[in-house]
């Protein structure tokens, strides 16, 4: 269901038919995707089975397994109704990335060697908010079962260890700063990464959080929109990797350029209108990010600065970015719409040793552009 201010619309644009393909190529397509990655050859693939009960995603480039991935499989796996995948990845993250003792209980080691033995004992909030969001829909989806599978539960609490860690004085640290608003790049530092930024997912933890939480969502969801136009640069568009809470590119580490993590912006941005449409401005970003690479050759994307300068060093990415900038056409309004989702469609996953980041966000632009990325509503295994 989409909601417009208070309504559900029940409206996904399955863009990929607007723009001629057929029904049928286009589930094909969908179908064939999620093959690829989850179960195809190891030129494509990025999920594995570990023994009976247990899965993950790994990052190919890295060969680890990040929060990220193991988050977003799972969401991918509860969009395509395919419980017993992500059944394996939950057990498998709550078996050995779930953080139990030290500075961040409660809260997730955001990378994992694939053995399961830790390579990081912090996380990274991007992987909480998916995992929260992912088990919402788990909930509402296939209905909640006992331990660790009590998608729900687990998901209202993560929510509120987020919000409240260190409240108590345990020199713990919250995910999100409690006056800004903002969600922070890691708990215990004061910047954001504007990627991390989804007020779509914002607006159904209002929705379905513990009662008290449910104020700050929503204060949470107007505050990410407004800082997506900060953060955002106002000619080009593009969005540093990480950002301080004013907007301004965080360049301490040299993560203050348009690069892989701030290609997710223009996804993100393309699902919130697809969702939600709270704010239509958020079109503006999305027809400039279009506008910016309309005339650029994919196999020469660069890093940039967010004024749109190039530097030497290529996209680490190329194909993660056709999909978010493809993603973006769920928002955009500008005469580029199409020509990014065409070359999309005409882009294959990417295979290689690269291929883990590219092929979840490609993953994801399939399901959004096709009407199959959805808000998934209480109840619905009821309904069955
Ligand atoms: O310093 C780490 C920090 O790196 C970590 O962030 C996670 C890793 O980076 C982000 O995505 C990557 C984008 O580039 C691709 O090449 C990688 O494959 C992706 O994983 C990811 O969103 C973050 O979760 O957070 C914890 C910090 O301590």
Redesign the pocket.
């Known amino acids: 269901m989409k909601r417009l201010g208070s309504f559900y619309t029940g409206r996904y644009r399955n863009v990929f038919k607007e723009y001629g393909f057929s029904e049928q190529e286009i589930q094909d397509r969908v179908q064939d995707t999620w093959t690829k990655l989850f179960e195809g050859s190891e030129e494509t693939r990025i999920y594995y089975d570990a023994g009976d009960d247990m899965g993950y995603m790994l ?1 190919t ?2 060969l680890d397994v ?4 193991m988050s977003y499989g799972m969401m991918i796996a509860v969009q395509m109704d395919r419980q017993d995948i992500f059944d394996r990845l939950w057990k498998w993250t709550m078996d050995y990335m779930y953080l139990t003792t030290g500075t961040h209980t409660g809260y997730f080691a ?2 994992c060697n694939p053995d399961g033995t830790r390579r ?1 004992e ?3 909030p ?2 909480e908010e998916y995992f929260a969001m992912a088990l919402l829909f788990a909930s509402h989806r296939w209905g909640d079962r006992e331990e660790p599978y009590d998608y729900g539960t687990q998901a209202r609490r993560l929510l509120h260890t987020c919000l409240h860690n260190g409240e108590d004085g345990s020199g713990r640290y919250p995910m999100w700063n409690p006056d800004h608003k903002l969600i922070k ?2 708990p215990e530092c004061e910047f954001s ?1 504007p ?1 991390y930024h989804v007020p779509h997912f914002y607006e159904l933890f209002a929705d379905w959080a513990y009662p008290e939480d449910r104020p700050f969502w929503k204060e949470a969801a107007v505050a990410s929109r407004a800082y997506l136009h900060k953060s955002c640069h106002p000619d080009t568009g593009l969005a540093p990797e990480y950002a301080y809470y004013d907007g301004t590119p965080n360049n301490e580490r040299g993560y203050g350029h348009f690069f ?2 701030s290609y997710r912006v223009a996804a993100n941005i393309g699902l919130d209108m697809e969702w939600y449409g709270a704010d239509e401005s958020l079109s503006d970003i999305a027809n400039r990010i279009q506008d910016f690479f309309a005339d650029k050759d994919p196999a020469d994307y660069r890093r940039y600065t967010i004024e749109g300068e190039p530097f030497e060093e290529k996209s ?2 190329p194909v993660g970015l056709i999909a978010t900038n493809a993603m973006a056409s769920l928002a955009a309004t500008g005469p580029h719409a199409r020509k990014h989702v065409e070359l999309l469609w005409n882009t294959p996953v990417r295979t290689g040793d ?1 291929r ?2 590219d092929n979840c966000l490609y993953m994801f632009a399939m399901l959004a552009l096709s009407g199959n990325y959805r808000i998934w509503m209480p109840n619905e295994h009821a309904r069955k």
């Open positions: 990052d480039g890295n990040r929060t990220e991935g955001w990378s990081s912090g996380p990274a991007d992987g790049f890691i990464d990627s892989s993590d680490l990415h690269r883990y980041y």
